[in-house]
């Protein structure tokens, strides 16, 4: 099972969902979170149309990187109710992807350490009031701090022939992690693009799935 809901952008920063951080936690249920955006003018009724796959630039074409990430794609496009062209057969629907990865910098709260910090940190005096109850204090704080992580992005735009090549469907996902690993993240990305397809119109979400 998975979970979504409106994304909070003070809560991304806070809880910062980067998936090699929560695989490096020792959660019970470590989760990855992936921020997703679309927006859709789906036709009705066209569940058993066909789709085929189209090259985003031309660098794709006899990719075997590209070949393995439109597998994925292929595996999650049930969700639309749209059915792959036999091969030389005209399609309804065009299905274009890109996807990368970029270093970003991020804000992750962590608690603070006297010796990287300076100054006091854990510990404290914590003891009983004279007049009942506890007083002092006891660590840890909490700090905000810098930390480089990997932006991993998928962006999939579906075109409609029937309406002169209109795009009908276009939504871009993206994870941080600590890991330069591309492909470990890349089948959450597909998840995260056709979940609750096709969704509201200019919908923005996170959504968080169990890691496999």
Same mark, same amino acid.
């Given at each position: 099972?998975?979970?979504?809901?409106?994304?909070?952008?003070?809560?991304?920063?806070?809880?910062?969902?980067?998936?090699?951080?929560?695989?490096?936690?020792?959660?019970?249920?470590?989760?990855?979170?992936?921020?997703?955006?679309?927006?859709?003018?789906?036709?009705?009724?066209?569940?058993?149309?066909?789709?085929?796959?189209?090259?985003?630039?031309?660098?794709?074409?006899?990719?075997?990187?590209?070949?393995?990430?439109?597998?994925?794609?292929?595996?999650?496009?049930?969700?639309?109710?749209?059915?792959?062209?036999?091969?030389?057969?005209?399609?309804? %629907?065009?299905? /274009?992807? !890109?996807?990368?990865?970029?270093? #970003?910098?991020?804000?992750?709260? +962590?608690?603070?350490?006297?010796? =990287?910090?300076?100054?006091?940190?854990?510990?404290?005096?914590?003891?009983?009031?004279?007049?009942?109850?506890?007083?002092?204090?006891?660590?840890?704080?909490?700090?905000?701090?810098?930390?480089?992580?990997?932006?991993?992005?998928?962006?999939?735009?579906?075109?409609?022939?029937?309406?002169?090549?209109?795009?009908?469907?276009?939504?871009?996902? %993206?994870?941080? /992690?600590? !890991?330069?690993?591309?492909?470990? #993240?890349?089948?959450?990305?597909? +998840?995260?693009?056709?979940?609750? =397809?096709?969704?509201?119109?200019?919908?923005?979400?996170?959504?968080?799935?169990?890691?496999?």
């Amino acid at each position: 099972m998975f979970r979504s809901s409106p994304f909070n952008a003070g809560r991304w920063a806070a809880v910062v969902a980067v998936m090699g951080v929560l695989l490096l936690s020792g959660c019970a249920t470590p989760t990855v979170s992936a921020r997703v955006t679309s927006f859709q003018q789906w036709p009705a009724g066209v569940e058993g149309q066909t789709y085929q796959f189209v090259p985003a630039d031309p660098s794709q074409s006899n990719n075997l990187e590209y070949q393995s990430y439109q597998d994925m794609v292929r595996a999650g496009i049930g969700a639309t109710g749209l059915v792959e062209a036999q091969a030389g057969a005209k399609a309804r %629907f065009d299905v /274009s992807f !890109r996807y990368g990865t970029t270093q #970003t910098q991020i804000m992750v709260r +962590r608690p603070y350490d006297p010796y =990287f910090n300076g100054g006091y940190g854990y510990g404290g005096f914590y003891g009983p009031r004279p007049w009942g109850g506890y007083y002092g204090y006891w660590g840890p704080e909490w700090v905000d701090v810098p930390m480089v992580v990997q932006r991993n992005t998928l962006t999939l735009q579906i075109h409609d022939s029937q309406r002169g090549g209109a795009e009908v469907y276009r939504s871009s996902a %993206f994870i941080l /992690s600590e !890991r330069d690993d591309f492909v470990r #993240t890349m089948p959450y990305l597909v +998840r995260a693009i056709f979940d609750n =397809f096709p969704g509201n119109n200019g919908a923005e979400r996170e959504i968080q799935f169990p890691v496999r």
